[in-house]
Nanobody, 121 residues
Framework: QVQLVESGGGLVQAGGSLRLSCAASGSIFSINAMGWYRQAPGKQRELVAT???????NYADSVKGRFTISRDNAKNTVYLQMNSLKPEDTAVYYC???????????????WGQGTQVTVSS
C-alpha cells in the first residue's frame, strides 16, 4: 500500500515563508511526476506546481517567482518552498504523485491527506 504524508503547514504572517514536505512510502517501483495542489474554502482544487522525475517544473501563474518545487528521488519526497506568502495563498495543500507499484502495471495518482496553510494579513 502506498501512502503520501505531508508536513510543514501552519500559520504565518503575510510576507513570511513555509516549507512543505511530502514523503511517499510503501510498495513503490517508481514515481513519475509529483506535485502540489491547493483548495481554498468554497473553491475548486487548483494546481500549484509540478515536477517531473528529471526535474522539469511547472507553476501556476499566481505563485511564479514566490514558490519553488523540488524533489529528492532517493527519499521519494517532494518539497514546496513558499516565500512572500499572501493571504490569498491560504488553503489546504495536497501532495500528488504518479506512482507505479509494479513494473508490469501503469502509474496511478496518489494523494496526501492535506496540510493547512493559513496566511494572516
Amino acid at each position: 500500500q502506498v501512502q503520501l504524508v505531508e508536513s510543514g503547514g501552519g500559520l504565518v504572517q503575510a510576507g513570511g515563508s513555509l516549507r512543505l514536505s511530502c514523503a511517499a512510502s510503501g510498495s513503490i517501483f517508481s514515481i513519475n511526476a509529483m506535485g502540489w495542489y491547493r483548495q481554498a474554502p468554497g473553491k475548486q482544487r487548483e494546481l500549484v506546481a509540478t515536477i517531473t522525475s528529471v526535474g522539469s517544473t511547472n507553476y501556476a501563474d499566481s505563485v511564479k517567482g514566490r514558490f519553488t518545487i523540488s524533489r529528492d528521488n532517493a527519499k521519494n519526497t517532494v518539497y514546496l518552498q513558499m516565500n512572500s506568502l499572501k493571504p490569498e495563498d491560504t488553503a489546504v495543500y495536497y501532495c500528488n504523485a504518479n506512482i507505479r507499484v509494479v513494473p508490469s502495471r501503469g502509474q496511478y495518482p496518489y494523494w496526501g491527506q492535506g496540510t493547512q496553510v493559513t496566511v494572516s494579513s
